[in-house]
Every structure is written in structure tokens, then in C-alpha cells.
């Protein structure tokens, strides 16, 4: 770490002051800074090359140390090397064992091991070598032996010589134990003297280089930290190929296959359990070094100074808060006082109001109540009064508070007229139910009625169009039931091509669908007394489920058909039945509403209940059925086309 001296104090500094300014701060400089170094390089590699930091250091780091280690056997291969006797054993090893020899003995070198260099391991073979020489030992007694020797000297210079070979027999070398201290030190041991050489023994096999030390009871708290960071994330090269079982002829290729998986499986077990052990040993530095709790206590000492000093300061500012929560307390009080009596005055005025909505709603039940309830005065019943008088409460129950006034006013203003006064209520209770699909069940009384004036005057309707409607010919009527064969149901468009068609081959003016439909069904029903052959086999064909479907249209939104109970004899026995009951176009509109209302996403168990409530008169079973109907015609119809 630099050390920089500072100059001495200048002479205008007062004795007396704390601090003196001598010159003013320098201006802002922008600077371009460019990281660099090798750690940087292996950065920007991995990043370019999307690798690990393994994959990084195999492909580009271990090349580099591969290539310096050549060099350095060059440069030192005159070096002097002193070798480790030859002993007894050592002569008797047997070269097919090789595997469990110790190559660093064989070559003299046990006291370097992984420390040697590649160039002191290339001399040592050389020395022993031109000592165990088959030729040099032709005369002696046991030349088998020596020649056993001279290729175990061999293997083992061929095991060390390999970079890869070397890292795979130093990381089982038996030689260097693995084992890590005991979990507790006795008293006459010292914390670093124990753990900070199986710290460096260990630190051998790790990648990232150099490994930090243990340092000792003067290291800052900085560098303890770092590092046991550096070993909580310790990044080993270890290898256990060195162990695999291997022979040297496998009966099959299967057997070579399952040998190789065990030894995968054998590697991978081992690797785990040196992780665990590495794991093991920081744990267990850490829970004994006293580094960890001398910077804890510390650390403690400083909380509680810091804790002393926040209520020293807490006091000195306890007068003045006092101070300040009497004036607070005074205003407070005003404040109090004075929303008092805004709330006094606000709830007088919700009263009011309430008067005010109590007296429209008093004075919209007496209107209705004083024209009869909007009926007929000859069908009016007490039933049906008191059924209306309760709908008309509900209608107010659900009415915006502010619409009830212009509710009223719009009834004064339609008054004494009963008719334009019942369309007047029965749009509130369509937009009530609109709103709240589930308040349809309490309107039955007022929609039933004005359904009954909609399909009065829809009746009348429809007699007024037949009336106005152009008479058919005998010609025309055949062509017609030619043009029904020609173009059967199902044909896209069916009505308004027979329409064209009619017109262009017997150039009769052009009819409408719904018109050409009608007459069909009148021909089939026998309503018409036609004439010729044609009109005959047209009244005894057999009704199209296609002509029914397009007649019977319940809404633009579903195709189904709305059938009778009569009509619904005619159908085939394969296909689906339909409700007993038909379906109006009113009932049919509030299927559709309370269907967007609660939709299949919504949550509740009791969806179809409510979509029930919302379809008057109708229930829970009859709306699924209704629906699993609908769905089915409109596959039917999209299968079709």
C-alpha cells in the first residue's frame, strides 16, 4: 500500500481554529478510463464467447502456462538436482502396477512433488535413467528386476512429463493428505500455525490465482473478509480421472460403455465429497477463527457507542418536543372542534337530502299507485298491485339517488297517460337490469306486461305486412318448390338465391327471404290450396331443420331455433332435442346479458345461479340448456360453411 507524507502545517493556520480554507476546490475535468489487466481480458472473452470461467481458462490460460512451463525446461535443464535414495522396495515394484506406485519417489523428487518443475522432472529422469540403464546393468545379478525398475522409471516420467496426466495424479497423489483439522484446537494450539498450511496445501488446486492467505490476529477486517469470500466460492480443478478402472482388452463394446459410465459416476461422487470437504474446512476456520469474533465484539462496541450517542441526543431533544406537542395539542383541539362542526352541518345537509329522495320516491309510488299501477283498469287485480307496488320499490332501490327526481319529472310529464308513463318505467327496470342482471327475478308484473303490448302490436304488424303482400300464381308457386328441391338447406345464402333465381327463370319480380320462407312453410303446412303436381309433393315434404332455423331466428346473435312443443315431432331422432318450452326474444336478451355478465371467468360456484335469477321465469337448469343448445347450432352452422 503507497504511503504518502503530507507537508507541513502552512504558517497562516491559527493555533486556535478548526479549520482554515487555503485555495478553492478545482474544477470538474471529464476523464476517460479504460479498464485493462488480465482478469479484464478473461472478462471480455467469456462475454464474447458466452463460456464460463472454466471453459475460459482451459482454452486460453492453460495453453499459455503449458507453453511458459516448455520454456522453463529449456532454461533449466543444467540445473543441479539432488535425488532421493534408491531403497529395496523401490527395485521390487512391479511395473504393472503402476497406478498405485509413487511416481514422484520413483523419479527422487518426493520432496518437491507438485512443486517441481517440469525441468527438474525431466533431469531427475535423465539422472535415473543413465543409473537403471538395462544396458548398465547387463552385468548383474538380477536383470530382471532392473529392467522392472527402468520401466517403472518410464511410466512414471511418462505420467509426470504430460501437463494433463501431472494435474490428474497430483490431485490423488497419495502422498498429501486431505485431511483438515479437528473441530476444536487444544489450548496449546494456535489458530493460524494449524489451518494456514492445509489453507496453502489446498490453495494448489484452485484456478484463480494467487489464492489470499490466512494472514494472522493483525489482518484487517477487509482482508479476513475477502478472504473467506474467496474460499466460499472456491472454484477447484481437481481432477479423479487418475482413478478410473481401466483394462486393457473389454470382451465388447457394451462393456467398455458400462465400465466408462461407472467411472463418470465415480468421478462425480468423488468431486462432490472434495466440495463438501473444502465446504467443511471454511466452516469450520470460520467458527474458530478469533478474528471473526474480536471484529464482531467491535462491531458491537461501536453499536452500542452509537446507541448512546442517538439517546444523548434524543434528550436533548425531548424539552423541545415537549414544547412543540403542547402547541400541538392546542391546535389540535381547534381543529377538533371545528371538524365537529363541519360534520354537524354535513350530516344535517345528508339528512336533507335524504328527505329530499324519501319524498321522491314517496311521490313516484303515489303517481303510479294513482293511475292504476300502469295497467289495465279491467285486468287489474289486488295481486297484481301489490306485485307492482313492490317491483316499483325495487326499481327505486336500485335507481341512482340522483335520477329518482328527474324520474319522477319525466312521469308527471307523461301523465295521465298510462301507456307512455308504463314505457317510461319499463326502460328504468331494462337499465336497472342492465346494470345488476341479477335484480331481473323481482321484475315480472311490469315486463310481462309490456311484452304482451310488444307482441300486440307486433301481431298487428305482421297481419298488416301479410295484407299488403303480393299474391302468388299457381306458376309461381311451382317454380318455387322446384327452386326449394334445387337448392336444398344448408345451401349458403339459400333464400336469397331461390329469390334470383325465381326471378331470372320465371321473371316474377323479386321476392325477400323472409317472404319466400314464409310461403314455404304455409305450402308445407297445407295452408295454401295450390294447384299442379309440384304444390302437392311441396305439402307433403318433409320440413328442413336449415328452413326452421332461418324462420325461427331467436337473435342475431345465436342461430338455433326457437320450436314449439308440436314442431318439435318433426324432428329426426338423431338429432339433439330442445327445450320443451320456447324461448322469447325478451328472455332470450337477458340470457345474453347475464351470459356478459358473468362470464366463464368468473370465479364464483354459484355462477349459473345468478345467470338463473337474471332470466325471469326461467331456471338454472333451463339457461345451461339453453346455452349447450345455442353452442351446438352455431357448431353445426360453422361446420356447414
Known amino acids: 500500500m503507497p504511503i504518502f507524507t503530507l507537508p507541513s502545517a502552512p504558517a497562516s493556520l491559527a493555533g486556535g481554529s478548526v479549520a482554515v480554507v487555503h485555495a478553492s476546490i478545482s474544477n470538474t475535468a471529464t476523464a476517460r478510463i479504460q479498464a485493462v489487466g488480465e482478469h479484464f481480458a478473461s ?56 497406478k498405485s506406485q509413487d511416481h514422484y519417489r520413483i523419479l527422487g523428487l518426493s520432496e518437491l512433488r507438485f512443486r517441481a518443475t517440469p525441468a527438474q522432472i525431466k533431469r531427475a529422469h535423465q539422472l535415473r535413467a543413465l543409473q537403471f540403464h538395462p544396458d548398465k546393468l547387463a552385468k548383474a545379478s538380477n536383470e530382471e528386476r532392473s ?67 490466512l494472514g494472522d490476529l493483525s489482518t484487517p477486517r477487509e482482508e479476513m473478509e475477502a478472504f473467506y469470500r474467496f474460499w466460499a466460492s472456491f472454484d477447484s480443478w481437481r481432477l479423479f480421472d487418475y482413478l478410473d478402472k481401466v483394462k486393457e482388452h473389454f470382451e465388447n463394446r457394451e462393456e467398455k460403455r458400462w465400465q466408462e459410465k461407472k467411472n463418470k459416476a465415480e468421478r462425480t461422487r468423488l468431486k462432490k465429497e472434495d466440495n463438501k470437504r473444502v465446504f467443511d474446512l471454511v466452516q469450520q476456520a470460520m467458527s474458530l477463527d478469533p478474528r471473526v469474533e474480536m471484529y464482531k465484539e467491535q462491531e458491537r462496541r461501536d453499536k452500542e457507542r452509537k446507541r448512546l450517542e442517538r439517546e444523548s441526543l434524543a434528550k436533548q431533544a425531548d424539552f423541545e418536543l415537549a414544547a412543540a406537542e403542547d402547541r400541538r395539542a392546542r391546535q389540535q383541539k381547534l381543529e377538533a372542534e371545528e371538524k365537529s362542526r363541519l360534520a354537524a352541518e354535513e350530516k344535517r345537509q345528508r339528512e336533507q337530502k335524504k328527505q329530499k329522495e324519501r319524498a321522491a320516491k314517496r311521490a313516484v309510488r303515489a303517481l303510479i299507485a294513482e293511475h292504476g299501477y300502469l295497467a289495465d283498469p279491467d285486468t287489474l ?29 319525466a312521469l308527471l310529464a307523461k301523465s295521465p297517460d298510462r301507456k307512455l308513463m308504463l314505457e317510461i318505467v319499463t326502460a328504468a327496470i331494462h337499465s336497472a337490469i342492465d346494470r345488476m342482471p341479477a335484480v331481473a327475478m323481482g321484475f315480472k308484473s311490469f315486463v310481462r306486461g309490456a311484452e304482451a303490448a310488444k307482441q300486440t302490436q307486433s301481431s298487428h304488424s305482421v297481419k298488416q305486412q301479410a295484407k299488403a303482400q303480393r299474391e302468388w ?169
Open 43 to 98: 472478462f471480455l472473452r467469456r462475454k464474447q464467447d458466452n463460456s464460463t470461467e472454466s471453459e475460459d481458462y482451459e482454452k486460453h490460460v492453460l495453453p499459455r502456462v503449458l507453453a511458459q512451463t516448455k520454456l522453463d525446461e529449456k532454461s533449466s535443464t543444467t540445473e543441479a538436482l539432488t535425488l532421493d535414495t534408491v531403497t529395496e522396495d523401490l527395485l521390487q515394484l512391479n511395473p504393472a502396477e503402476w
Open 147 to 213: 529392467d522392472s525398475f527402468f520401466k517403472c522409471i518410464q511410466k512414471a516420467y511418462d505420467v509426470l512429463r504430460d501437463p494433463t496426466k501431472r494435474r490428474q495424479y497430483d490431485s490423488v497423489d497419495r502422498a498429501i493428505s486431505d485431511d483438515i483439522p479437528k473441530a476444536r484446537l487444544s489450548h496449546d494450539q494456535d489458530f493460524f500455525a494449524v489451518y494456514g498450511p492445509v489453507f496453502a496445501r489446498e490453495g494448489r488446486f484452485s484456478k484463480r490465482q494467487p489464492v489470499p492467505l
Open 381 to 409: 287485480t289486488p295481486a297484481m298491485s301489490t306485485s307492482r307496488a313492490a317491483e316499483v320499490d325495487i326499481l327505486l332501490e336500485n335507481m341512482a339517488k340522483t335520477a329518482i327526481s328527474e324520474f319522477h319529472q
Open 473 to 641: 300464381s299457381a306458376k309461381e308457386l311451382e317454380m318455387l318448390t322446384k327452386a326449394t328441391n334445387k337448392f336444398p338447406g344448408g345451401t349458403v345464402n339459400r333464400w336469397d338465391t331461390i329469390g334470383k333465381w325465381l326471378a331470372h327463370h320465371g321473371g316474377f319480380k323479386l321476392r325477400s327471404g323472409d317472404e319466400l320462407l314464409a310461403k314455404t312453410s304455409e305450402l308445407r303446412k297445407g295452408v295454401h290450396s295450390g294447384s299442379g303436381s309440384l304444390v302437392k309433393e311441396l305439402q307433403t315434404k318433409t320440413v328442413s331443420t336449415a328452413d326452421n332455423a332461418m324462420l325461427n331466428q331467436a337473435s342475431v346473435r345465436y342461430d338455433g331455433p326457437v320450436l314449439t312443443t308440436s314442431q318439435q315431432t318433426h324432428q329426426e331422432p338423431h338429432k339433439e332435442a330442445v327445450p320443451e318450452r320456447s324461448w322469447s326474444a325478451s328472455e332470450q336478451g337477458q340470457l345474453e346479458r347475464a351470459l356478459q355478465a358473468y362470464p366463464p371467468s368468473y370465479k364464483g360456484a354459484d355462477r349459473w345461479d345468478k345467470i338463473a335469477e337474471a332470466v325471469v321465469g326461467r331456471t338454472r337448469k333451463e339457461c345451461k340448456s339453453r346455452v349447450r343448445f345455442l353452442s351446438e347450432q352455431v357448431r353445426n352452422k360453422n361446420a356447414v360453411t
